[in-house]
């Protein structure tokens, strides 16, 4: 596959009070951001297990956004605090097999529109210059 | 004699400890043989890979099979077995989620070979001799089984019906997954057997001692700190996984002051042994700052893949590290 033919895959784990709201907002506000996310809506960035995160990974996706309240303004107090430890941890353990820079965590509130615009375009430019991921092709490949 | 049950057991990438834990029945050895007739077991009795291929289909009750499949050899005889026994069980945490062997899925095969066969300080190999599948030798021809390219669980080549958890499964828990096996009332297919449905914790003398919360600014390895054995290590800042591991080998490494480093592998329906260990260890970073919480990882939780995937990695989601064609690493 070519470099000009490839279009990542992304899914986008939102959360439903800030980032989910946002991106709705650049919708309605008719801010363009790429097709290439696929975005799953989940009460709190907090609820984004790691094991989803591997999931996607596993099933396909070139690349894998979590978004959340910004610091200090979870629905839920602290969710987003522990989805920024779980991420931490897993953009190491993901460094150690090979698979670093796959996997962002971003904050994105209710009014940015622009800021999700912006930050889903550089994830799926930055993807792009990583090339297809086809985890499950090269894994189990001879 | 005949209406004896009959057992095969095999060994696959592992080092011989699952065969050792066999021994280890001691006299329940004895007691057993008078209800098990054992067919095949290449590492204590003379039957040959042809016996077994003379045997008819399903002929076999059960084969307990330990170790990960790394060989084309392990492929072909596993599949044998397959055939023909009734029943097939992952003996041991290798054939259940691939082991510590499995973690050579960190490297590539010729990484492996390179290593083990010219670069160890070890090995002498001035002429860089590499094992070919196909040698020229002084009786002719030798054929060696080839290498696979990643570690594989038992159950990744093979139906498997149960499994016994461990490394090695205790004396106990081959007991009790005996007394299942042969009791003729059968768990659902898939069971894993002689241990507990519940974590680790919960049959934990140390558990009563275990805070509410546990939350870390530091983390200490055992040589580090002189441990209380009385009192949770979690609480004293040792990283033991016994929260996020299966229960049933009666905490013996927690008694010998040693925290668990999850050889039971994981609980009922959970997809990913290591993420479960992974959200465990973040949950009990005390920091709310990034860059201190960064820095805490950085300083103690050097190898991830080390600590959470020490027995499972082959099983895991990602099942190694990802290094696309001709070895080149990615990222
Ligand atoms: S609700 Fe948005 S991160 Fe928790």
Known sequence: ?142 | MSDRVKVALYWCASCGGCEEAVVDLAEELIRLSNSLEIVFWPVAVDFKKSDVEAMPDSSIDISFINGGIRLTEHEEVVKLLRRKSKLVVAFGSCAHGGGVPGLANMYSRDEILRYAYIEAPTVINSEGALPKELSGGVGGELELPKVLKLLKPLDEVVDVDFYIPGCAPTPDVIKKSLETLLSGKLPPKGSVLGASSKSLCDECDLNKTKPEKILLKDIKRVHQVRLDLSKCYLSQGVICLGPVTRGGCGTLCVKGGMPCTGCFGPLDNVSDYGARALSFLASVIDYDDEVQAEKFIEEYIPDPVGWFYRYNLPKSLIKGRYQRQGGGVHG
């Open chain 1, 1 to 142: 596959m070519s470099g000009g033919e490839f279009e990542p895959r992304i899914v986008v784990f939102a959360c439903n009070w800030c980032s989910y709201a946002g991106i709705d907002l650049a919708g309605t506000s008719r801010i363009k951001y790429p097709h290439n996310v696929r975005i799953v809506k989940v009460m709190c960035s907090g609820r984004v297990h790691p094991e989803m995160v591997l999931k996607a990974l596993e099933e396909g996706a070139d690349g894998v956004l979590i978004t959340g309240c910004h610091p200090g303004d979870c629905h839920y107090i602290s969710g987003n605090y522990k989805a920024m430890r779980r991420y931490l941890l897993l953009k190491k353990l993901l460094g150690e097999l090979g698979l670093s820079d796959r996997v962002r965590l971003e904050w994105v509130s209710a009014s940015e529109g622009e800021r999700w615009a912006r930050v889903s375009s550089d994830f799926v430019e930055h993807i792009r210059k990583l090339g297809p991921l086809r985890l499950k092709e090269v894994m189990e490949g001879e």
